[in-house]
């Protein structure tokens, strides 16, 4: 099981960006996917989550209305776009895949990526 995250990088506040995951090893669409992220001394905060199959999302209150979740399991890929970026979105952006179907409320993960880092100048 293997999640590698991509497309992190520097922007100015009010930018966008778009981070990736590629999954392999396990079948991608049985499983709901997180998105976690973890800034500079700080715990590991739950930012979104995308459920298998019809795709039922949810959001951290600190990014809803600008960020966005999505998946195209033909790809095994996970998305998130970034809109409207703050400085205080400056984190390691890490996806997890949850050992469930649906998300249940808890950030339980089986698997995450190595992270890719997002930062936000103001």
């Known amino acids: 099981v293997e999640l590698v995250e991509s497309g992190g990088g520097l922007v100015q506040a009010g930018g966008s960006l778009r981070l990736s995951c590629a999954a392999s090893?396990?079948?991608?669409?049985?499983?709901?996917v997180f998105w976690v992220r973890q800034a500079p001394g700080k715990g590991l905060e739950w930012v979104s989550v995308?459920?298998?199959?019809?795709?039922?999302?949810s959001y951290a209150d600190s990014v809803k209305g600008r960020f966005f979740i999505s998946r195209d399991n033909a790809k095994n890929t996970l998305y998130l776009q970034m809109n409207s970026l703050k400085p205080e979105d400056t984190a390691v952006y890490y996806c997890?895949?949850?050992?469930?179907?649906?998300?249940?409320?808890?950030?339980?993960?089986?698997?995450r990526g190595q992270g890719t880092q997002v930062t936000v100048s103001s």
């Open positions: 997890a895949k949850s050992p469930r179907s649906s998300w249940t409320g808890y950030i339980v993960y089986d698997c």
């Open positions: 090893g396990f079948t991608f669409s049985s499983y709901a």
């Open positions: 995308i459920n298998s199959g019809a795709g039922i999302t």
